[in-house]
Every structure is written in C-alpha cells, then in structure tokens.
C-alpha cells in the first residue's frame, strides 16, 4: 500500500540547467498538487492537477516553471533555467477526491532541488 | 487573503504532559482544516482532518477542535511522548480542493 511516492528525494543542478521532479500519487488517486518550501518558510500552494488537466495554477511563478499529469505515469514538475533562488524542498501530495468527505491531501517525501 | 498564525512558535516539555498547540485563520469561509506534523528533512504526515461542518476529530491521543466562526482550531496532544516531537502544522482549505494554506507550526520538542 504505497503512498505517495517522489523521486528523486535529492536533486543537485547548476544554474541554467532543467529540473524535474516526478510524483507518483497513491494508486486510485487522480488529484495532484504540488506545493514549494523555501528555506526557513512555510509550505506554499503552486499547482493543482487532476488527470491531463491543470485546475489551477495560480502558485505558480510565471515563468520557467510547468506541471503536467498525464493519462499515465507520474505527474511531472519542471524548472527550466534553474536559479538560486528556486532551491527549495518541493512536495507533491495526492487525494482521491477534491470535495466531500473523502478530500484528506497525503503528501510524498518531498525533492529537495539544490542549486549551485 | 487567507493567513495562518500558530502559537507558540516552539514548545519544549517533558513527557507525560498535555499539549495545547494553536493555530487561527483570518478568513472563516473554508471548506476543511488539516492538521500534519512534519519531521526533520522528511514529508508531511496527516493527523487529523476536520471538515467544515464539524467540531472536533479524534485520533488516538490527538484531538483537534475547529472553531470556524471565530477563525481558531486547537491541537491536544495527551500524555506526550518523546516520539511527538516534530514541527506540528495547520492548514485551512480555503479554494475547496485541498488548496491548503499553511501556518509556519509549531515546533515541539519532548524530553525524557
């Protein structure tokens, strides 16, 4: 009975290059969230996805970044041109519903993206 | 805009004792309220989840109460143990799809 799974746990990439962090949700859950931790703060909302489709975005920062969760496989964060700025720990957490009784958010281990 | 506050920031105890960790929301039109406790470089585990229309959860030695007029949730912690010590948050569901926004926790130490 996994739960959510991501991988890598520890990402190291110099400045200028791509990120990706994989999410996989526990099994039967189709919705997908992604949510950021910087150093020394609090967890930020930057996405929320259910089956090929983003509902809302609205933590995301405008460039660079992305989110998609397709039909199979994982759902896929992207950074693209990392900067400093983006090291943080990223986490993805999964529900088997959005409304309801059935709406508890299970969240993964987490990537810790580095850069240098 | 909804922000979370949560009192005391840090805690430090000896076991055996019962807790009492805070957390208020700003904005009371929320659909549920979750309570984690996050440990050292690692993810985030649920403890509790309280929907809208309810009062209090149970679980164990954890009791969570939602006021959500008054914008306030209270953790109890019973007969705390050396095990609970992690950084303990609250998180309001203010978009109604686990749009959590999260309080900075509080940080719990228990000692032998």
């Known amino acids: 009975n996994a739960g959510v799974m991501q991988n890598p746990r520890h990402l190291v990439r110099r400045r200028g290059q791509e990120a990706r962090l994989r999410c996989s949700p526990v099994?039967?859950?189709?919705?997908v969230y992604w949510y950021r931790q910087l150093p020394e703060e609090g967890l930020k909302f930057m996405v929320y996805l259910q089956k090929e489709n983003i509902i809302d975005e609205s933590g995301m920062p405008k460039e660079r970044f992305s989110a998609e969760f397709p039909k199979e496989g994982p759902s896929i964060l992207r950074i693209q041109q990392v900067v400093r700025g983006d090291s943080a720990a990223y986490f993805c957490?999964?529900?088997?519903?959005?409304?309801?009784?059935?709406?508890?958010?299970?969240f993964g281990q987490g990537t810790r993206l580095t850069v240098v | 805009k909804q922000e979370v506050t949560q009192i005391p920031a840090a805690l430090s105890v000896p076991e055996g004792e019962n807790l009492v960790l805070n957390c208020s929301f700003t904005?009371?039109?929320?659909?549920?309220l979750q309570w984690f406790r996050q440990d050292p470089g690692k993810g985030l585990t649920s403890l509790l989840l309280?929907?809208?229309?309810?009062r209090e959860q149970t679980s164990g030695r954890l009791n969570a109460s939602l006021d959500k007029s008054s914008g306030r949730s209270t953790l109890y912690i019973a007969a705390s143990q050396p095990g609970d010590s992690a950084t303990y948050l609250c998180?309001?569901?203010?978009?109604?799809?686990?749009?959590?926004?999260f309080g900075a926790g509080t940080r719990l130490a228990v000692h032998p």
């Open positions: 904005d009371s039109a929320i659909y549920n």
């Open positions: 998180a309001p569901d203010s978009g109604g799809y686990n749009k959590l926004i």
């Open positions: 957490a999964s529900s088997p519903s959005a409304q309801g009784a059935d709406t508890e958010a299970f």
């Open positions: 309280i929907q809208s229309s309810q």
């Open positions: 099994k039967g859950h189709s919705h």
